[in-house]
């Protein structure tokens, strides 16, 4: 199973242009019944516990952003670490 997980970062380091190998200092086995391999996590536990890392256009506001978030994807709660607005 890991091996899905060093493909995904072979790919990622193929997209930025990355020439440094991945080290992995201590191999270890992973026990199923604590956890998931990222690529095999249920949406369902991104949605209750992942971050959604949202570039907000000027506008809206942050709170305006977040109700639409909770609506479309029917939770109940949701936030906003901050914003950053940048103006030309």
Not at 8 to 22: H, L, Y
Not at 42 to 61: A, E, V
């Amino acid at each position: 199973m890991p091996e899905k997980g060093f493909k995904f970062i072979n790919e990622i380091n193929q997209i930025c242009n990355n020439t440094k190998p991945f080290l992995e200092k201590f191999p270890e086995n992973t026990d199923d019944n604590y956890g998931y391999y990222p690529l095999e996590r249920p949406l369902m536990k991104y949605l209750n516990y992942g971050i959604i890392i949202l570039d907000k256009p000027p506008g809206p506001t942050s709170h305006e952003v977040v109700a639409w978030v909770k609506k479309l994807l029917n939770i109940d709660k949701a936030g906003h670490g901050g914003t950053l607005e940048l103006y030309s």
